[in-house]
Nanobody, 123 residues
Framework: VQLQASGGGLVQAGGSLRLSCGAS????????MGWFRQAPGKEREFVAC????????YYADSVKGRFTISRDNAKNTVYLQMNSLKPEDTAVYYC?????????????????WGQGTLVTVSS
């Protein structure tokens, strides 16, 4: 499956952005989808993931209550709605996928990655 992330940009602290990740090349509903991010000088970290049907979602503690992951299997797209953004949310955000059941916060579980989209939150 090929993944294409979009929606990043510059936003002030307290603002909102919605990231999108479109998939092509395989049956989207067969994939667990995740979002990860990598801040300057830091390792990539888990942000959120969603099961194949969208029934369950999981979040890193740092974004819980502010970010919402969702998916539209008819549109082959996963979203990350980011509210109450903080400067520490500044990072390149990546969508990722793996083809099985369950969920995982571990990046080595994900087989497919998008190119990343930059989110910059100014103070």
């Amino acid at each position: 499956v090929q993944l294409q992330a979009s929606g990043g940009g510059l936003v002030q602290a307290g603002g909102s952005l919605r990231l999108s990740c479109g998939a092509s090349g395989d049956t989207f509903s067969s994939y667990v989808m995740g979002w990860f991010r990598q801040a300057p000088g830091k390792e990539r970290e888990f942000v959120a993931c969603i099961t194949r049907t969208g029934e369950r979602t999981y979040y890193a503690d740092s974004v819980k209550g502010r970010f919402t992951i969702s998916r539209d299997n008819a549109k082959n797209t996963v979203y990350l709605q980011m509210n109450s953004l903080k400067p520490e949310d500044t990072a390149v955000y990546y969508c990722a996928a793996y083809r099985t059941a369950g969920w995982s916060p571990y990046e080595n579980r994900y087989d497919y990655w998008g190119q990343g989209t930059l989110v910059t939150v100014s103070s």
